[in-house]
């Protein structure tokens, strides 16, 4: 029954039965969490090996005789950069790796730039008063809290199914000098969980913008994070921007997290010589070298990068039930209703669910009486503010395919329940 | 025999039979290296059972639950919180545990107080243009290169016994607001090994600084590291600011790179709860947290404080006869001599000579032609200027005792050389 086309006692009546249901739900008492992209634990059981693959008795040197326990390798060791290279589609030498958190990297990256002149002839950041950043909207909470902190105003661009509205970025970018980049999950983006399409990794790689320090945040966080058996391909922007001689527009991050374990994997970025070069004399005093011990143990657990995509394998098989049951709930309890719409993504972390226009505030309020946190609404805009207060993300790797269940019903009947607050 | 007492012709006969023994150092073809404060080998293999400490059939949840392996624990493990207030001194609520580097933490101080004003009423030091540090010299290189990297004019400070000249300290802070902060290595400093004073501990805790955002970088490094038995010991600053009511003077800082593994260990940072405020801020929108599983790693394998302690004595083994064989040599090579000066800590990783007037330079030089590799002349001062060109550190830790031996063999004869090319 579309609820659009119903009479306001027709409206009023599935109200009242609904009313009913979601009293049930909340009587039960749950406590379910669709909230953070965070594995399960269950995915993190994958790489409990890990744990042994570097002991006291095994050889604590990298493949180039590098003793991993001590000082040095300022850039990471050789097997970790191979690692990484292939992940994001470049050779070894433009790779840096880090420590734990590709986040962190791309907070350096840009506190980087804001005290330090990318060009002889631009400003550090913080010196351009009137900095911007554009934002994909709905996009990812942690990014713009990065350019949040640091004082720029953000510009929401919209989303297509293929990427990022490429006239409004290549209009916005080539008028004003004072956007400096514009952040970018291109793969199973998030929370939309699309990819960008060739044409759109083409035009980003064929920018000209007024900024000559203009940058890409390219975060390839899943890169190699299908759910499953139709996934997605992504162009790659290296390349690309070899084409179009635009090499230092991008810079490119990656990490282990949602691979191995969140809190103790191994981060890294991709950068052409210009960047790195800025970049490099930043790490020269902030660090002597990142974690190489942890590296060590990454690179013996994986082998090489079939081992990364084997291993990939058994996280897809876990998280598949968990996007159907998701997608399924949305299909059965919402399609008909015409209420609201979402994303069906191949693979990374998030399904996105646009309700009905100006209830995405109330069906979280809902779902957090009867027991079911997701994230703010809102948090996939700048500040905070979504202007159709429509956008809710839904993260199901977490929970339990049972609890997932539960609280998607929960999820629908409230979803149902806030637009027929305004409907009827 | 004196070298300041004797006659040209007993020089030139001194000078001549020296450069015959440097001669024959140098066709020995000998490579060692006393250039940097690199555990050995053997002291990091007492970590090695470390490396066991957490395997896949062990428990992955902190003392409070906390799932080690997935995101979330932004500040840190409790039991490893635990284990840094007894290393800083201080209370669990007033440490953040970061990530395998103290000096990174420190960077990201200092990055954090560029960009973010500490006070609504003070400025991101960014936008102090004339913004100046006190770096007491000989002092930490890495140091410098921080303050030096962010454009600090850094103003050197002299270095007593015990301690930093406070009266120079006192007047300079007192007089100018553009002066923003303080290096200090408070006990075994790095280079001269020396451990400030109570009397100079209570007058950085009684500071007036001009500049209400002035800190104090209080780099507690060797907090634990005696190479004798006759250990120093260090007036807790944070007691002290109590006192004083400065609390929010002092920002403290240490790390286990020297008690586990230089490359993979645990650092962590105390500060005020204004001071943490600015720091979370940033660190929220840099992290979700740092490697927890190498925290409890860390924390398994010392059980708590006694642990660590312990565990420090079997590096005080390794170090005590590195640091004897450096002494003994200076002792009887160049103490007659009269040309030189140096330390005698009982802590620490460093002995610092000052080698005659103008030469430390040319004392590296030759070092460096016979095949030893020392920190460059210079290296202790902002800038690497060295006002009198005389202090050299040494950094006795890496090399075995054997090649200690021989490395001193050349140093004294370099230094008696570089002495008698001017003397002569």
Chains 1, 2 share one sequence.
Not at 381 to 407: C, H, M, W
Request: proline share 5%; hydrophobic share 35%; with cysteine.
């Amino acid at each position: 029954m579309n609820y659009l086309n119903l009479s306001k006692n027709e409206l009023l009546s599935e109200k009242e039965s609904l009313q009913k249901k979601y009293e049930d739900y909340k009587n039960m008492g749950l406590s379910l969490n669709m909230a953070r992209g965070k594995p399960s634990s269950e995915q993190l059981d994958l790489s409990q090996p890990l744990l042994d693959s570097l002991k006291s008795t095994d050889s604590y040197l990298s493949d180039d005789g590098t003793d991993c326990r001590n000082y040095g390798g300022f850039d990471g060791i050789v097997e970790c950069k191979h690692l990484f290279a292939d992940i994001l589609e470049t050779e070894p030498d433009n790779v840096f790796v880090g420590g734990n958190s590709s986040l962190n990297m791309m907070f350096d990256t840009i506190s980087c730039f804001m005290t330090a002149s990318i060009y002889d002839d631009t400003l550090p950041w913080h010196d351009v008063k009137d900095r911007k950043f554009l934002c994909p909207v709905p996009g990812y909470d942690r990014h713009f809290g990065v350019t949040g902190y640091f004082g720029f105003e953000m510009i929401p661009v919209p989303m297509n199914d293929d990427g990022p509205d490429m006239d409004v970025v290549e209009k916005l970018v080539s008028e004003d000098e004072s956007i400096k980049g514009i952040w970018c999950v291109p793969k199973y983006s998030n929370p939309t969980g699309i990819t960008y399409s060739d044409e759109v990794v083409k035009r980003f790689a064929a920018l000209k913008p007024a900024a000559k320090d203009f940058r890409i945040m390219w975060d390839n966080a899943y890169a190699i994070h299908d759910v499953n058996d139709t996934p997605d391909t992504l162009l790659s922007i290296i390349d690309e921007c070899k084409k179009t001689g635009n090499v230092d527009l991008p810079i490119l991050f990656c990490s282990t997290s949602k691979i191995t374990f969140s809190g103790a994997g191994v981060a890294a970025l991709a950068a052409s010589p210009l960047n790195m070069k800025v970049l490099k004399k930043r790490l020269t005093y902030a660090t002597i070298g990142y974690d190489k011990l942890n590296m060590l143990r990454h690179s013996r657990f994986f082998k090489n990068f079939d081992g990364l995509k084997n291993h990939m394998e058994k996280h897809k098989k876990l998280l598949a039930p968990k996007f159907k049951t998701v997608i399924d709930s949305l299909d059965n309890e919402l399609k008909d209703a015409g209420i609201a719409s979402w994303t069906n993504p191949n693979g990374g972390y998030f399904v996105s669910v646009d309700v009905y226009n100006g209830t995405a505030d109330r069906v979280v309020e809902l779902c957090k009486n009867a027991g079911v946190v997701l994230t703010g609404a809102g948090a996939t805009f700048p500040y905070g503010n979504d202007p159709q207060n429509k956008n809710i993300r839904i993260a199901p790797s977490f929970p339990t395919v049972e609890e997932l269940q539960s609280a998607m019903d929960i999820f629908c009947v409230c979803a149902k329940l806030a637009a027929l607050e305004v409907l009827a």
